[in-house]
């Protein structure tokens, strides 16, 4: 089964543009974090077992953040239930061991899409969650994922 355009391009650990992927800011200077996903996915049973939850992403960082220290190219994603303890994964967005120059006027943007199944290593269950991202002193937006089980709504 595959999910509705724009998402069906999602490629889990692509760090492609898709057309997923949330619109940057007409502003030079923006800085931060933003993330897509669908309100609705349907559990899907794949081989081994979880559905297939697409998200998409970007991360725009100034030259000094970005060049600043390692961890600042993981993405930190956090999934949660209104029950239990939150799901925490992490992602590496480099296209490679690319270093910017550490000059706070430039900027780069990092895209990043991911299976939050494959990524938190979430059940196989009907569930809403709540996911956002961050990277240092960035966050993103939140947005609420409903996995349903399509036998229980025929």
Not at 1 to 24: C, I, K, N, Q, Y
Not at 32 to 49: C, E, F, H, S, T
Not at 77 to 101: F, H, Q
């Amino acid at each position: 089964m595959s999910h509705p355009a724009p998402f069906d391009d999602v490629r889990h650990g692509s760090l492609l543009r898709t057309a997923a992927t949330p619109e940057l800011p007409f502003d030079l200077d923006y800085r931060g974090l933003r993330i897509a996903a669908l309100n609705r996915v349907p559990l899907q049973k794949r081989d081994d077992g979880y559905a297939n939850i697409p998200l998409a992403g970007h991360v725009t960082l100034a030259g000094s953040d970005a060049g600043a220290t390692a961890p600042l190219a993981y993405v930190q994603i956090v999934a949660a239930t209104r029950v239990g303890r939150p799901c925490v994964g992490n992602l590496d967005v480099r296209r490679s061991n690319e270093v910017l120059p550490p000059d706070p006027s430039a900027s780069e943007t990092y895209y990043f899409n991911v299976d939050l199944a494959e990524t938190l290593d979430l059940p196989p269950t009907p569930a809403i969650y709540f996911v956002y991202a961050f990277l240092g002193p960035y966050v993103s937006n939140v947005v609420r994922i409903e996995v349903v089980d399509p036998e229980a709504s025929s």
